[in-house]
């Protein structure tokens, strides 16, 4: 918007000029307290987070650390200790065919019916059938840590509902199908 007429146009600029100047007698540096403006704003927006973002205070000391920080830690914390202290153990023995198809499946499974749970016969098959370098030990593979194996494989061998002294499977993992014989475990 253009404003044409002089002095509708010298009248804005004296409005404008006494609006300013009353601004500025009304905030003068001398009056203003920089400090206690800053810690007034701290206040502010400490109240404005929520609890679990703000500072642990116990008594009158603060700690730089949030709820959230605090739970973040512990969780990470019992993680490691879980991951370096694993207790969980397996003694196993395993058949590995190496051949993705389901013609190996179904010949795994014609296995599992003629070792049935003797574990004798399920050494001279893995001695006889596995592709794994644990066929010279009748597919033992000693004693392992949860995580170690394949996870199909460690499923199967870590999950409480799978029975001991039975062969289970077959199990594809990515080196192949396998067919399990759980010796022992330890108490999850």
């Known amino acids: 918007m253009m404003i044409t007429n002089k002095s509708l146009r010298f009248r804005t600029c004296l409005l404008v000029a006494s609006i300013m100047s009353f601004l500025q007698a ?3 540096e001398e009056d203003f307290d920089y ?3 800053k810690e007034e ?3 502010a927006r400490d109240a404005a987070k929520p609890w679990f973002l703000r500072n642990i205070e116990i008594g009158s000391t603060k700690l730089p650390i949030s709820p959230v920080t605090g739970i973040i830690f512990s969780v990470l ?3 490691l ?3 370096m202290f694993n207790t969980w153990w397996a003694e196993a023995a395993h058949i590995l065919i190496e051949d993705p198809s389901s013609n190996t499946k179904k010949m795994l499974e014609a296995m ?3 070792i049935d749970d003797d574990y004798k016969r399920f050494g001279e098959y893995a001695a006889k059938y596995s592709q794994c370098p644990s066929k010279k030990a009748k597919g033992d593979l000693g004693r392992f840590k949860s995580g170690d194996m394949a996870p199909p494989f460690d499923r199967l061998v870590f999950d409480p509902k799978s029975p001991l002294e039975t062969t289970l499977g077959p199990v594809q993992t990515q080196f192949g199908w396998h067919l399990i014989y759980i010796r ?3 108490k999850l």
């Open 77 to 79: 914390l019992i993680n």
């Open 184 to 186: 022992a475990r330890s």
């Open 81 to 83: 200790i879980n991951i």
């Open 112 to 114: 599992k019916k003629d």
């Open 41 to 43: 704003l701290k206040k």
């Open 26 to 28: 009304s905030v003068a």
């Open 35 to 37: 400090d206690k403006q």
